[in-house]
Nanobody, 124 residues
Framework: VQLVESGGGLAQAGESLRLSCEASGFTFDDHFIGWFRQAPGKEREGVSCISSNDGATYYGDTVKGRFTISSDAAKKTVYLEMNALKPEDTGVYYC??????????????????WGQGTQVTVSS
């Protein structure tokens, strides 16, 4: 099982980045996949999640209207389009996948598969 994130980097406030999470080793359509982030000194936060089966989505309040999650089953990849970035979006972004739910369509973080993370840094 493997989740590989990519697309992070440095952006200025107001700019956009697109993150990718490529999955392998499990049945993609059976899983809920989420993006989580952790900033230095802060707890991990659920950013956005998607049901690979029916496309239902969840967005955290801090990213609603700015971020868009999507999935491509053929490529077994979940994307996070991040627009109008703010300095407070800075952190390490991880994707996670599980067949069990924690809340909304977000995977249970205590038993999910996790990627290695990708750093997003937004300067003001």
């Amino acid at each position: 099982v493997q989740l590989v994130e990519s697309g992070g980097g440095l952006a200025q406030a107001g700019e956009s980045l697109r993150l990718s999470c490529e999955a392998s080793g499990f049945t993609f359509d059976d899983h809920f996949i989420g993006w989580f982030r952790q900033a230095p000194g802060k707890e991990r936060e659920g950013v956005s999640c998607i049901s690979s089966n029916d496309g239902a989505t969840y967005y955290g309040d801090t990213v609603k209207g700015r971020f868009t999650i999507s999935s491509d089953a053929a490529k077994k990849t979940v994307y996070l389009e991040m627009n109008a970035l703010k300095p407070e979006d800075t952190g390490v972004y991880y994707c996670a996948a599980d067949t069990a739910l924690d809340y909304s369509v977000c995977p249970r973080s205590d038993r999910a598969y996790w990627g290695q993370g990708t750093q997003v840094t937004v300067s003001s």
